[in-house]
């Protein structure tokens, strides 16, 4: 991880400290934003070469804004965008942060109704960590957030690896890989996770072309330090055992087809709005 990510995490940790939650997610996943937001760094510096002006990114499910918080420090003149759940996007401290930042606001009510952005609207689309929260069939998920990348633009998806050590620990032991049943659904409930062959089939039928996909390693930070030790060890020897994934699908330029459904400009954000009566939530 560079100095300069490495100083901008450590400044986040500064603006939301006097968040509890919000502290003790980042504290928590501290590793594995350094190791996306390295990723996330290294497509944008890419995508800047090749347009020779400032990127448009679009973090979809936003949550408390660690991630863009940490790219506006690195990427002073970026646009950034952050949809989310009413829950979050009007939350006080996350309205004057993003106030703060230069951080553009997108309320929606359900992935399920669209997202509510324009066609081809952005270089970056990051879906982080969200994927395991939806509840319905993802692949009209897919096909919208392909439809606001820009050609050339990369959508990038990390979600948890269903293949895991832990998931084999669960089958051993004959217990649920799911959440315990005990416990109410939340906002942060995981109904289901997946292989990297599935997402990798969400990205295709999507329309876009799979630039990059792996494994992700980060061990929770609850863990004990010899158990994370042993848990990376594992991870490194069966890469297919690591506890996140990483897919990126690129646009190609040109015109996106995909089965039964064409994104040219007849089919356009506008014109969808105009068929379906659809009106989007308008940014704070």
């Known amino acids: 991880m560079s100095g300069k990510l490495k100083s901008a995490l450590a400044q986040v940790a500064k603006s ?7 502290t003790g997610y980042l ?9 996306t937001l390295h990723e996330v760094v290294n497509t944008v510096d890419e995508i800047q070469r090749e347009a020779g002006r400032p990127a448009r990114l679009v973090d979809i499910g936003s949550h408390e804004l660690h991630s863009l918080l940490a790219l506006r420090l690195i990427f002073p003149d970026v646009e950034l965008t952050g ?6 996007n009007t939350a006080p401290h996350i309205v004057r942060l993003a106030e703060e930042h230069r951080i553009n606001l997108v309320l929606f009510e ?27 069939y993802p ?7 392909a439809r606001i990348v820009a050609p050339g633009g990369r959508l990038m998806v990390t979600t948890p690896n269903q293949l895991t050590i832990g998931m084999l620990k669960h089958f051993l032991l004959r217990r649920s890989i799911h959440q315990n049943i005990e416990q109410p659904y939340t906002l942060g409930t995981h109904y289901r996770c997946f292989t990297l062959d599935e997402v990798s089939y969400l990205m295709k039928e999507s329309g876009l072309a799979i630039s990059r996909r792996g494994y992700l390693e980060f061990p929770p930070m609850y863990l004990g ?11 490194g ?11 990126v699908g690129k646009k190609e330029r040109g015109e996106c087809r995909m089965k039964n459904v064409e994104y040219s400009e007849r089919t356009s954000f506008e014109r969808k709005r105009e068929l379906t009566g659809w009106l989007p939530h308008h940014g704070i």
């Open 27 to 35: 504290q928590q996943h501290r590793r594995r934003f350094e190791i």
């Open 237 to 247: 020897l069966f890469r297919w055992w690591a506890n996140s994934l990483l897919v």
């Open 110 to 136: 359900s992935l399920e109704a669209g997202i509510p952005l324009e066609d081809k609207g952005f270089d970056v689309v990051l879906f982080f960590e969200t994927l395991e929260h939806l509840n319905f």
């Open 139 to 145: 692949l009209p998920v897919f096909r919208e957030l």
């Open 16 to 22: 939301v400290a006097e968040q509890e939650h919000s």
């Open 225 to 235: 330090a010899w158990q994370r030790v042993l848990h990376g060890l594992i991870a």
């Open 83 to 88: 949809v989310d759940v009413d829950y979050f």
